[in-house]
């Protein structure tokens, strides 16, 4: 990536905990230079301290971005620090779960550019997936520059607006936690059937792990690497014939958490 203009204005981070490490944490591997940018936490971990970036030392008076990346409930309080740099031609992505667009509008001002991403957890190894809107002030520019920062921790799509956010929040932002705990019911099912408890997690982390990959990389699509996996009258279609049932099985479940992960998703939005 170009940090160009990132190294002439500078890059101001509001809150540095695991989701702005991690991007912090590829940007400056990726070449961005530590004098470049300015990070707010009122707690910085021993790691931020010692990469020589700006720990709460003031910011730049128009900085080229300001990435806000602290929890919801300490926004109120964070965000009205980065006003100033709302009329100073400063591009604002939030990386916060939860904070609609209009919640920004209203600390920073309507014409404030601002792009909102929902990253999922896996951005801290690289593998994450962030979906990103902007707002009416952000031009096609605005876009294209969040993605590309944000492209340094996963796969970036972008959406038709904000409306699509709550989906998009149940399905990969909360989406991880579901996985890990496929993994942890798993492997009880395999130590229920008398395998050792290491093993079973092996097993099952593995399993899990490898056949993520495969979806990825396969140009089969998931039913089809199903059918491959199945024989008929074989173990796996044992398996599938109750969790394939429309109602109890998987589908019903994913379909009844995702709605649920949505709702609540829309109520915290307010």
Request: one cysteine or more.
């Amino acid at each position: 990536m170009d940090f160009s203009e990132l190294s002439k204005r500078g890059l101001v981070i509001l809150g540095c905990g695991k989701m702005g490490s991690a991007m912090l944490e590829r940007w400056l591997r990726q070449g961005l230079s530590p004098d470049a940018v300015w990070v707010l936490d009122p707690n910085p971990s021993d790691w931020l301290r010692g990469t020589g970036v700006h720990v709460n030392a003031g910011v730049p008076k128009a900085p080229a971005v300001a990435l806000i990346a602290v929890k919801p409930q300490m926004m109120a309080e964070a965000l009205p620090v980065l006003q100033p740099l709302a009329q100073a031609g400063t591009l604002f992505i939030t990386v916060a779960a939860g904070t609609r667009i209009a919640a920004y509008e209203g600390t920073l001002g309507a014409g404030t550019r601002l792009v909102r991403a929902m990253p999922n957890t896996p951005a801290a190894i690289g593998r994450g997936i962030t979906a990103l809107c902007g707002n009416a002030a952000s031009g096609p520019a605005d876009l294209d520059l969040a993605e590309a920062l944000l492209s340094a921790v996963g796969q970036v799509v972008r959406l038709e607006g904000e409306h699509q956010m709550d989906a998009v929040t149940g399905v990969s932002g909360s989406g991880p936690a579901y996985v890990f705990h496929l993994i942890e019911t798993l492997a009880a099912a395999a130590e229920a059937e008398g395998l050792p408890a290491p093993m079973a997690l092996q097993l099952a982390r593995a399993t899990v792990a490898g056949a993520g990959a495969l979806a990825e990389e396969s140009p089969d699509d998931p039913a089809q690497l199903r059918r491959n996996v199945t024989s008929p009258g074989g173990t796996t279609a044992a398996a599938l014939e109750g969790l394939m049932e429309p109602q109890t099985g998987f589908s019903g479940l994913m379909k009844r958490a995702v709605a649920a992960a949505v709702r609540r998703g829309k109520e915290l939005g307010g």
